[in-house]
């Protein structure tokens, strides 16, 4: 497959919330509802008080929406699944539609897109419009001082975690109750499109991967026991992030979220809370010392069902973060660190612009996803 013309291509056939068969693949796209049953109460009443529109934790989009799921040719129920997490600050599937139609195609296997919360189809439209965000931006910058890292694309996000850096960790947790849910209706029979206790591996990428590796280390309900975890460009320790991007956030929020979980009231009144381990894999995933024993012991015993590829260019979430979180042994036999012949960044590893080299491009894509695919199969 061309990964750069089957790009466009896919953008035309997409429609989110319909049912599509994919033209060439065969592969068709559902969409299934999700209720989630996680509540911001914490949060509310500070909103109560802020006049500006997008800190109230209640957005309905958040509670309830829609997952495509990926579904290969021919095929209306399957036992074998690949859930795919995204990254930090997305907006829409654009990016991931050729990814999961690839896994899909290649593997046999069904993909569940499932969204982070406050982020995709869980935060309001409103989240995106530019005329609406205008006065927003033009506040913002002028109280930053015009910093540069500032865009349209990042100022919700940016607010939102500079006022409330708890966000970032209640976000998180919402997610990773969500995702039990999903499993326990997965593996119970209970979901229209697989069969009791379906095989389901992750497919992780950037931000995503750190939800997927706090699901591994604490194996809620053994949902995990025999999954296996890809992970690209992603899998840092959470202090060797750099998560300054005009298309994830600006440097003020980044700073602010840096600190809150390094030195600030989060980590300075954390305690590891019996009965809550996702809590307490978040805290050993913030800095390298943080229970690294523990950590590091984990992840070498889940060593032969992880595999990473981390990208030699990628600041955002660096190779060396990802061996500080893995440990060296662990990172050595799991995670290949790559390096593209053209341009590219983080969030944009495969780029389809004009300028792009869309041959290094397409060989590129298929190095990382024949990978996956050997590895998911």
Partial sequence: MAYTSRFQELLSQYRFGKQVKLTDSGVSIQH??????????????????????????????NKSFQYPVFLPARTKKTNQAILMLHGLNERNWNKYLSWAEYLCQYSGKAIILFPIAHHMNRSPVSWTNPRLLEN?????????????????????????????????????????????RLLQEIKTGKHPLFYKNTQID???????????????????????????????????????????????????????????????????????????????????????????????????????????????????????????????????????????????????PFPVNKGADSHAVDLSFQRVFDSAVEFLY
């Fill in 202 to 348: 992750v497919f992780a990428y950037s931000i995503g991967a750190l939800l997927a590796q706090t699901l591994f280390l604490t194996n809620p309900k053994q949902y995990f026991s025999n999954s296996r975890l890809f992970m690209f460009c992603g899998g840092s320790i959470f202090n060797a992030m750099q998560g300054t991007s005009r298309s994830i956030m600006d440097k003020l929020s980044f700073e602010t979220l840096f600190t809150f979980y390094q030195t600030g009231s989060w980590a300075e009144t954390y305690t590891p809370v019996e009965g809550d381990p996702a809590r307490q894999v978040f805290y050993s995933l913030l800095t390298p010392d943080n229970d690294k024993d523990t950590r590091i012991s984990k992840f070498e015993k889940l060593s032969s069902r992880i595999k990473g590829i981390s990208l030699a260019a990628d600041v955002v979430i660096p190779y060396k973060g990802v061996i500080q979180a893995l440990g060296e042994k662990c990172s050595s036999q799991t995670v290949e660190l790559l390096d593209f012949p053209y341009h590219y960044t983080h969030e944009n």
């Fill in 136 to 180: 927003i931006l033009n506040i913002r910058r002028a109280n930053t001082g015009n910093d540069r890292s500032l865009s349209f694309a990042n100022v919700v996000l940016s607010e939102r975690l500079s006022r409330y850096p708890e966000l970032f960790y209640k976000s998180g947790r919402q997610s990773y109750d969500d995702i039990v």
């Fill in 32 to 61: 299934l509802k999700f209720k989630s049953h996680a509540c911001f109460d914490s949060l509310v009443e500070k909103s109560k008080k802020s006049k500006q529109w997008f800190f109230l934790n209640k957005i309905k989009e």
